[in-house]
């Protein structure tokens, strides 16, 4: 691909969101091919608010990219798969789940455990909040407390109490991750039950490791 030509294209053409015909903006397109790349510099009328996302249903239509040095807008067309910085958001989660249960050890008190699991993870450029409680067969069940919400210090009382080999935990945390493309920041927020044994902590039907994704339906 090659980079933009400095004069530009004279023929202006209107880009719409394939999903809900949004108009996204007015370009200036070379060539008669498809619309599979847009220079930044060639855009002539912005309707977007956040980049590469449609303003009416919040369908993302491209990638914010560099073509051969031009940033421009890489356009997104039957996709299989959810984009690379999410698909490294969620394996931040699934770090932090491991670094979290790798603290499990019998006799250590819940809030032992939440310190120095945060201590660790933070150490490792993760942004932790933990929150995660023992399981029974009705839910929530007796035993240590692993964190709050609003309670990332340590759950006096109910985070006191000591962990016990045999037992089941809903393995509930998020990790805050900052989107580039977005400008924003996100929590990837997990929840999976375990059970905590001699051989340590073991999910129950496996955890989530890649987006489950559904295929939108074209209007």
């Known amino acids: 691909m090659a980079k933009p030509n400095k004069k530009g294209p004279s023929r202006t053409v209107d880009v719409f969101c394939a ?53 421009a807008f890489k356009m997104v067309a039957g996709e299989s798969e959810a984009p690379q910085y999410l698909q490294q958001a969620l394996l931040s989660g699934n770090k932090l789940q491991d670094v979290f249960t790798g603290q499990f050890a019998e006799g250590l008190t819940g809030n032992q455990v939440l310190k120095r699991s945060r201590e660790r993870a933070i150490l490792q450029g993760l ?8 399981l029974g067969y009705h839910g929530h069940a007796a035993g240590t407390t692993l964190g709050m919400w609003d309670s990332q210090d340590g759950v006096p009382g109910d985070g006191d109490y000591p962990l016990h080999l045999n037992t089941a935990y809903s393995i509930e945390l998020n990790n805050a991750v900052y989107i580039e493309p977005w400008k924003k920041e996100i929590r990837i927020m997990l929840e999976e039950d375990a059970i905590f044994d001699g051989s340590g902590v073991w999910y129950l039907n496996g955890r989530q490791t890649a987006f489950l994704l559904i295929k939108s339906q074209s209007r």
């Not at 619309?35 to 002539?44: G, H, S, T, Y």
């Not at 977007?48 to 993302?60: D, L, R, S």
């Open 127 to 134: 942004t932790p909040t933990i929150y995660t409680h023992p």
């Open 19 to 71: 999903k809900c015909k949004a108009q996204l903006f007015k370009y200036r397109k070379g060539g008669k091919g498809a619309l599979i790349k847009c220079f930044k510099e060639r855009i002539v009328e912005d309707n977007t608010k956040v980049p590469c996302t449609c303003p009416e249903c919040g369908q993302e239509f491209a990638r914010d990219t560099l073509v051969r040095g031009a940033p």
